[in-house]
């Protein structure tokens, strides 16, 4: 398996900026509801539960589960051409929400469901870091 990630810049937004410049001081951080403490990824205005706007960033354990996974074969872009064969993951985080992410570090065989899942915090550009997991 590959462990190369090609960079692709997010679509610049205030929240998606938030989420990423936590990076930068070592933290994994995602939003949580200051009013009704549900947690929430992808970022979003209002809380999904309860409707609050009062939504905070806070640290995540970097814990989870392989709740589904792909192996990608074939490039879907000419420039991740050099990143093939990876494998993207939907890593069920220990505080609830589900996260999009590259798996890293692990043999193909050894995938199942209900895998427990570490974050490492992988730089990708100058200043700009993706969450990625591997097997705890
Ligand atoms: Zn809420």
Known sequence: M???ITFIAPAPSKLSDE????????NFCIQKCSAC???HHIPRQRCAHCG??????????????LFSWTETLTA?????????PFTVAL?????????????SNFDPPDL????????K????ADEFFLPVFEPA
Not at 112 to 119: F, N, T
């Open 2 to 4: 590959n462990d190369k």
């Open 19 to 26: 989420f990423y410049s936590h990076f930068l001081n070592g």
């Open 37 to 39: 403490g549900a947690w």
């Open 52 to 65: 609050s706007f009062d939504l905070h960033w806070a640290a995540c354990s970097g814990n989870g589960e």
């Open 76 to 84: 879907p872009l000419s420039s991740l051409q050099e990143d093939v």
């Open 91 to 103: 890593v069920q985080l220990e505080e609830g929400p589900r996260l999009v992410s590259r798996l």
């Open 112 to 119: 199942a469901l209900g895998m427990k899942l570490r974050l």
């Open 121 to 124: 915090v992988q730089p990708v």
